[in-house]
């Protein structure tokens, strides 16, 4: 079935450090990819996503590329912010066998940042 | 545009005792909804998703329930909790066969089990 694997956290970076969170994944198709993400006390709301190979998604100065030789998408940003401050979720749709209603997340990485 | 509710936000419940959370979304019609748990560690797991009024698809196993009595709105249910149910339940939907799933979330309820 179909799976997504991330770095496992928590995370923790100073103001204006680099990010990368590893995001990989295993699907039977053809998969959309996306990244979401949960600030404190809220509910999920969608980052990113790319619905092809070499697909660039990018929200907010964070990016990911769809990269299926090594069925990757590692989000990124250059400098991150206190208020990056959140569980980010890496999450798969896969459009095979009509199992497109739903997304497959992974387990969630927490990211801190402090000033 | 569209909105979803889900209440309550907070909940804290015996073992077992029943549990009704309701979902509504406005501004879409025929969405799917879903219904998801995060427990602690645990990450993100698919509980039940709907693609229509009185179509409900259960993803594990368990003692809890779901029902879509109206198109926008969607049910999570229990006839007695177990201690294993307290986690935080998200609610959420996306436009009806859309390619490239977006789901829109809830505010969640943080449900705890004593």
């Known amino acids: 079935g179909d799976s997504v694997t991330q770095m496992e956290g928590p995370v923790t970076l100073s103001e204006e450090a680099f990010l990368t969170i590893n995001c990989t994944y295993t699907?039977?198709?053809?998969?959309?990819l996306f990244w979401y993400v949960q600030y404190p006390g809220e509910g999920l709301q969608l980052l990113l996503k790319?619905?092809?190979?070499?697909d660039k998604g990018s929200n907010k100065g964070f990016e990911a590329t769809y990269r299926k030789e090594t069925t990757s998408f590692h989000l990124e940003k250059g400098s991150v912010q206190v208020s990056d401050s959140a569980v980010y979720f890496c999450?798969?749709?896969?459009?095979?066998?009509?199992?497109?209603?739903?997304?497959?997340f992974g387990k969630g990485t927490l990211l801190t940042v402090n000033p | 545009s569209q909105t979803i509710h889900q209440w309550p936000a907070t909940l804290v419940q015996p073992v077992g005792s029943p549990l009704s959370l309701e979902c509504t979304v406005e501004?879409?019609?025929?969405?799917?909804l879903y219904w998801y748990r995060q427990a602690a560690g645990r990450g993100l797991q698919l509980l039940f998703y709907?693609?229509?009024?009185?179509?409900i698809s259960s993803e594990v196993p368990q003692n809890l329930s779901a029902s879509r009595p109206q198109d926008r709105q969607f049910i999570l249910s229990s006839k007695k909790l177990l201690l294993s149910d307290s986690g935080f339940y998200l609610c959420?939907?996306?436009?009806?066969?859309?390619?490239?799933?977006?789901?829109?979330f809830g505010s969640g309820t943080q449900l705890s089990v004593l």
């Open positions: 959420a939907w996306s436009v009806t066969r859309s390619v490239g799933e977006k789901l829109f």
């Open positions: 699907a039977t198709g053809y998969p959309s």
């Open positions: 790319a619905t092809k190979a070499d």
């Open positions: 999450a798969l749709s896969d459009r095979s066998g009509g199992s497109n209603y739903k997304l497959t």
């Open positions: 501004g879409t019609s025929n969405p799917n």
């Open positions: 709907s693609v229509g009024i009185g179509q």
